[in-house]
């Protein structure tokens, strides 16, 4: 299972929102994913827009709350590209 880059994925996922015209300064809502009793995930969300990592495979998939699934690909794709534009 590929590590986690929680610090990164934060600062881009935050990044994200606040480019999106949104105030970034309430607290930031992560959630580990189980199922079976077995960490599949991560889940960050901030005011509607959500990012869920996916342990096994290594990615991601951002959701906007206005437009829906803005970004689906590889974790080092998404942290990597400046933009999240693309549904992939």
């Given amino acids: 299972m590929p590590q986690f880059p ?4 934060r600062e881009r996922f935050l990044a994200y929102v606040s480019d999106q015209g949104v105030n970034i300064e309430e607290p ?3 959630s580990l994913l189980i199922q079976n009793g077995s960490f599949f995930g991560r ?11 996916f342990a096994e495979e290594d990615h991601v998939k951002l959701y906007n ?23 992939a």
């Fill in 6 to 9: 929680i610090e990164s994925m």
């Fill in 65 to 87: 709350p206005l437009t829906g699934l803005v970004f689906s690909g590889p974790t080092r794709s998404w942290l990597d590209s400046g933009t999240t534009s693309q549904v």
């Fill in 28 to 30: 930031l809502r992560e």
């Fill in 43 to 53: 889940r960050m969300a901030l005011h509607g827009f959500q990012i869920v990592w």
